[in-house]
């Protein structure tokens, strides 16, 4: 039952680097990643409107941290009440330090083997092979395996490097001919050894953000980058910079948990299932140029957004789920080896 309209015009509050208050009862502290359209659609789609129907003030804090959230719980001193994680943490930390999230009759409502006894999916991505037209024009990429491949592409290679776990590894091993049925338990090895491949012109930003802008900025000739981030890039008038169709589509997710020790944890599910409605996750999608995490979701997308719809019909036997499982059981490892790598 949802909670009744008590305060029409509620406020919600925007926490902008100053400590957040736990609040009252008729509050939640709401922990996303910076500030920017992802963050930005989360506000219009699902906390502005919740705040109206439901009179529960929203603040929000971030940016997202494990470190932080588990310093919180082992503390006894939570002050989050809804954070938008990988998938993997939500997995690993599954009893410890999230709680489960019962989404009823919503269960049914996520892509299959995706929603998890504490994450509840609220943003898919797919690692997007792209290319600056203004460079490879009369021979553009059409195949993951370009990206590796300096002979015939020579040029500046990107990616995003801060976690390995968004399809940065996936993308190699499929790029290298591994069968997307076999890709799991990944070998990491195998992957690293591609993008050695391509080292000497390779880029490896620590944030998106960055990311982003030596695309924009002309620093780069051929990249490896999630779809949302693709969408941000050409909203900002970087259409040189064009979608390889047709290729592999590493798909990885975000998801909501309650942190454990929450005392709105209640209040803070009932935002979640509210988030997770078919009218909340296509605002969601359309704003942030998200794939949407409920299946029945129909969002609208821009022009600009239109090829990068991994759940287009077009990409149907192209989408590569991750396997979160694998990544909660090995991604401690997975991730110092990858950081070795990158300063080796």
Known sequence: MRIPKVLSAAVLLLATGCAVSEGGENSLVFVSYGQGAYQAGQRSAWLNPYTAATG????????????????????????????????????????????????????????????TPCGVPDAFFGMTLMYNADVYGAHPPT??????????????RIIYGGDPSVGTLEAALLA??????????LDVPRALAVYDRVRPELTITST???????????????????SA????????????????????????????????????????????????????????????????????????????????????EDKEDLRVLSDVRWWAANRIEVVKTWSDWMTG
């Open 56 to 115: 529960t003030t929203v603040t929000i804090d971030g940016p997202s941290s494990t470190a932080k959230l588990k310093a919180m719980v082992e503390a006894g001193k939570v002050t989050w009440d809804v954070v938008d994680t990988e998938a993997s943490v939500a997995a690993q930390a599954c009893g410890t330090l999230v709680e489960p999230v019962d989404m009823g009759p919503l269960a049914a409502s996520f892509p299959e083997r995706t929603l």
């Open 143 to 156: 195949k993951l395996a370009d990206f590796f491949d300096p002979q015939r592409f020579p040029g500046r």
């Open 176 to 185: 290298d001919g591994v069968p997307a049925d076999r890709l799991y338990p």
């Open 208 to 226: 998106y953000g960055d990311q982003q802008q030596r695309m924009a900025g002309g620093q780069a000739d051929i990249a490896l980058i999630v």
């Open 229 to 312: 981030r693709a969408y941000s890039l050409l909203k900002t008038g970087a259409t040189q910079w064009k979608v390889v169709s047709g290729v592999p589509i590493p798909v990885t997710w975000d998801v909501l948990v309650v942190p454990k020790g929450s005392r709105r944890a209640e209040r803070a599910k009932d935002l979640i299932r509210y988030a997770s409605e078919p009218a909340r996750a296509a605002a969601f999608a359309e704003q942030a140029g998200i794939g949407p995490a409920n299946t029945a979701a129909k969002p609208v997308y821009p022009a600009a957004a239109r090829d990068l719809d991994i759940w287009g």
